[in-house]
Nanobody, 128 residues
């Protein structure tokens, strides 16, 4: 059975760090485009960071998180990670992981929130 299960969300003060994880059971990550997205009530889901499953150096980050967030993956687990540093209140959202195949490139993967495989999400709350 294939499924994506996020974990690691929580409450953190501004300036703090969190690492959210996505356990990708039944998936072989090298065949997928990998992404982290977030959503707040009343707004559309937005792409945060995306990764080429075949090439760890091929990544995309939203301008709002560049320099603060890092996407990575562990093929052996297989698990996808989003390391978030210097968190700010505007980062408060439900964070979702997604896998897609085929995909065009990491930028278009992140700019499009219509994907085949989604996790249930994990809440990240940043207090000021």
């Amino acid at each position: 059975q294939v499924q994506l299960v996020e974990s690691g969300g929580g409450l953190v003060q501004a300036g703090g760090s969190l690492r959210v994880s996505c356990a990708a059971s039944g998936f072989t990550l090298k065949y997928y485009g990998i992404g982290w997205f977030r959503q707040v009530p009343g707004k559309e889901r937005e792409g945060v960071s995306c990764l080429n499953g075949r090439d760890d150096t091929d990544t995309w980050y939203a301008d709002s998180v560049k320099g603060r967030f890092t996407i990575s993956r562990d093929n052996a687990e297989p698990t996808i990670y989003l390391e978030m540093n210097n968190l700010q209140p505007e980062d408060t959202a439900v964070y979702y992981c997604a896998l897609e195949a085929p995909w065009k490139d990491v930028q278009s993967l992140c700019l499009n929130s219509r994907h085949s495989n989604w996790g249930q999400g994990t809440q990240v709350t940043v207090s000021s």
